[in-house]
């Protein structure tokens, strides 16, 4: 019999069962995954973050699967078909697929040609036919003949008794078991060109796809999902071989998968009068049924996993931008670049509140370039700016340049100019949230003011963004789109959670963001505090509207009270644990603001003594590492990346050029670089660190600056190759196929991927990989 569910998850996760059950239980009452990682470590063992959203997954999962087990046993015991063998398979069933092939021969289909047969009584030909092979299939069938049925000769009887045959085969879950296992560590994906297609432009980005083959198990999600987009697109036809199919037009020999049905019922070549009439019904089962279902399943399982390992890479690169370093409470001028249309300009303050905008045109076709340097001057001077971000956009470089004038025209303002992602910032702009909150702004000024906000803090202001408008992940628009959504979510709600928001000071996006609250209660915090003023306490929130107990117990610790009475109000440490503080105060005779930060006092005070039978080591540990650091942002120190003057096109760059540049997005073959030229450059796998590397993601992140060296320029194709190995020697610039399948990643790819065997591993070809993905 299988273990109990909570005892199949510990298994996996390598935890202890108590440990599962316990969690299992807080998140049935409606506690969030950041709440029990933070607050409930002694009932769940310290279980984190990670651990608790895999174990919420396989819950969900497991317990689809025990629903599903008891609608299966109740349907075949419905039909009377239900045995102790058979119940004790479906019992012990460990997945879906193995439940489904066990169910397969009862479930309710149409009418098949081998229930036709059934029906014209063939079955005991079929049956006597497998048994005694020396029978004569001819000579037998005539005993069936049926005219009124449709098997008016032994021609009929035999293709009836060939498709009851068949259908037992193809329907036989033991045997489907080892065939899908065989072809899961044989089976090979093979794309062909669809023949009217190879001339069609649109079919270009698919030509390293025209006559391809790679063993199933390792197709990486990059590749997979390319040919998927290839077939869906119609220029690919997709199939699944074996890989002892012949590749140069040779005849193909004994077919392994047809051996394996034969030697499951026992069927031999001995020369006997129904031997060939059973090993051509073990051809036909294998290539009319058994084969199709098999390569649907795998090429779906195919895309499965290529579809999670996607969603997972997203989740990595969107979790590094929210916890990016951010500037800090400083007033910040956001310029929103253009040409034409100029470039927008808002200036919020210290706290991020708008405090004036305007339209600059220093670039073609006005090139009003000193009306527009004392412009930016003037606002710089009224609300003493020292932060400038100019998104990364059209005309991005020059104004830049424009900047960088602004900058030593007033040298007393000490300002500071970055260049920030403006991805997702138009979907903002139009966006009813950005309505509700400047009714009266310009479509066209909103985004220059979350360009300028998301210099000062990132994860407040990307929040209000729909995840997959940020655009980091590889292929987002080719996978499932409600799983991919509901896994970026998660990952928003653990960052903001993490750092925690000043509930005084939080938009009503972050604050829906927080455990326990909703869109309704994180408005109804908002209209509260306009309409009271600022929270005094962590207490006060018990007085907004819907907002209880529950929900308090959940969302309390990860809202922060700056300027209210009690400085644990502003700190990490739930209300629930204040009396444990106290307790310590007590214990030391020193109030709570002498005990903050004095890591002397605190490392003298012994946490067991503070434990009981509610909080347990974890927490009071907890308690005084945010004693001792009260507040603390988990994010890095803020840094920025310096491009090169000189540097701001294509055409500029050289190889063997040393830049600095932003790490935008981070794959499974490499990250993506902004060097500030329009168009970013990829650092393969292969040239990101001195030794080998198999996870990106292990040596850079998102936003993260980085030193590079120019590898290869295609300038008609706009593909950069980088190395981050400054030993690395530069290639001589390509202009044609060099960088035969690239493209640029700025949220999504939507190419082909190099195949295995071609792709780089030294960095003059590293320009290949590119076609993983394209632009958006």
Not at 58 to 78: T, W
Not at 726 to 742: L, W, Y
Request: overall charge neutral; aromatic content about 4%.
């Amino acid at each position: 019999m299988l273990l109990p569910i909570e005892q199949r998850i510990a298994a996996e996760l390598g935890v202890q069962p108590r440990q599962v059950i316990a969690a299992v239980q807080l998140l049935d009452e409606g506690a969030t995954v950041p709440f029990v990682a933070r607050y409930r470590k002694e009932v769940t063992g310290g279980l984190d973050d990670t651990q608790l959203r895999n174990l919420e997954e396989r819950l969900g999962y497991l317990r689809e699967l025990e629903d599903r087990r008891v609608a299966v046993i109740n349907s075949i015991a419905e039909q009377g078909k239900l045995d102790p063998a058979l119940r004790e398979a479906i019992e012990n069933a460990e997945t879906k697929q193995r439940l489904e092939d066990l169910y397969l021969p009862f479930k309710q289909k149409r009418r098949t040609k081998a229930q036709i047969a059934r029906e014209a009584g063939i079955e005991p030909l079929a049956d006597a036919l497998l048994a005694d092979p020396g029978l004569t299939p001819e000579a037998e069938a005539a005993a069936y003949l049926n005219a009124e049925a449709g098997f008016a000769d032994t021609k009929a009887v035999l293709d009836g008794a060939r498709q009851i045959l068949m259908e037992r085969f193809a329907e036989d879950a033991e045997l489907i078991g080892k065939l899908r296992e065989y072809l899961s560590d044989h089976g090979v994906v093979a794309s062909t060109v669809i023949a009217d297609k190879a001339t069609d432009p649109a079919a270009a980005k698919f030509r390293d796809w025209f006559d391809f083959r790679e063993a199933i198990e390792t197709v990486p999600s990059h590749r997979a999902l390319a040919l998927f987009r290839g077939r869906n697109e119609g220029f690919l036809r997709l199939q699944l071989g074996l890989d002892s199919d012949p590749t140069d037009g040779s005849p193909a020999g004994p077919n392994p998968c047809e051996g394996r049905i034969a030697g499951h019922f026992g069927i031999k070549d001995q020369g006997r009068p129904a031997d060939a009439w059973l090993r051509e019904t073990v051809r036909w089962a294998w290539s009319v049924k058994i084969s199709l279902h098999l390569e649907l399943e795998l090429l779906g399982q195919l895309r499965e996993k290529a579809e999670e390992e996607a969603i997972r890479v997203f989740g990595r690169n969107l979790k590094d931008l929210l916890l990016a370093a951010p500037a800090g409470p400083r007033a910040t001028l956001g310029l929103d670049p253009g040409l034409r249309t100029g470039v927008k300009v808002a200036v919020v303050d210290q706290t991020g509140k708008l405090v004036d905008t305007g339209v600059i045109y220093p670039h073609e076709p006005r090139r009003d370039w000193d009306g527009s340097l004392h412009a930016l001057a003037r606002l710089c001077e009224k609300h003493k700016v020292s932060l400038i971000a100019i998104g990364n956009g059209t005309a991005s470089r020059e104004t830049d340049k424009l900047a960088a004038e602004l900058i030593k025209l007033r040298p007393e303002l000490s300002m500071t100019k970055i260049v920030v992602s403006e991805a997702g910032a138009s979907v903002y702009s139009a966006s009813e949230l950005a309505a509700k909150e400047f009714p009266d702004l310009d479509v066209s000024l909103r985004g220059a003011v979350s360009i300028a906000r998301r210099l000062q803090d990132p994860l407040a202001e990307l929040v209000k963004i729909d995840p997959k408008s940020i655009g980091v992940g590889q292929y987002q628009h080719d996978v499932n789109q409600s799983r991919l959504a509901r896994a970026l979510d998660s990952v928003v709600e653990d960052c903001v959670n993490a750092v925690g928001v000043d509930v005084n000071m939080a938009s009503a996006a972050l604050l829906t963001r927080i455990s326990g609250l909703n869109p309704t209660l994180a408005a109804n915090i908002v209209a509260h505090r306009d309409a009271n003023g600022p929270f005094p306490s962590r207490a006060a929130l018990l007085d907004v509207p819907r907002l209880g107990p529950k929900t308090f117990e959940q969302a309390a610790g990860f809202l922060r009270v700056t300027t209210g009475s009690n400085p644990l109000d502003a700190s990490a440490v739930h209300p629930e644990a204040y009396p444990v503080v106290e307790r310590i105060l007590a214990d030391i005779k020193k109030g709570v603001r002498e005990i903050m930060g004095d890591s002397r006092a605190l490392g003298q005070i012994k946490a067991e003594r503070y434990t009981d039978e509610r909080f347990g080591l974890p927490t009071v540990q907890d308690i005084l590492k945010e004693l001792d650091k009260p507040g603390r942002d988990p994010r890095p120190e803020f840094t920025t990346a310096s491009f090169k003057e000189g540097v701001e096109e294509l055409k500029d760059l050289s190889v063997g050029m040393i830049l600095e540049g932003v790490v935008t997005n981070v794959t499974n073959f490499g990250a993506f670089v902004d060097i500030g030229v329009h168009q970013d450059g990829l650092v393969h796998v292969s040239a990101l660190a001195d030794r080998f590397v198999k996870d990106p993601h292990s040596v850079v992140k998102a936003g993260q600056v980085v030193k590079v060296k120019v590898l290869e320029v295609d300038l008609p194709r706009k593909r950069i190759a980088l190395t981050m190995r400054m030993g690395d020697q530069p290639q001589a610039a390509s202009h044609g196929g060099g960088a035969r399948d690239a493209r640029d990643n700025r949220g999504g790819g939507r190419g082909p991927a190099a195949k295995p065997q071609r792709e780089p591993a030294m960095a003059g070809s590293l320009a290949n990989a590119f076609a993983k993905v394209l632009k958006k």
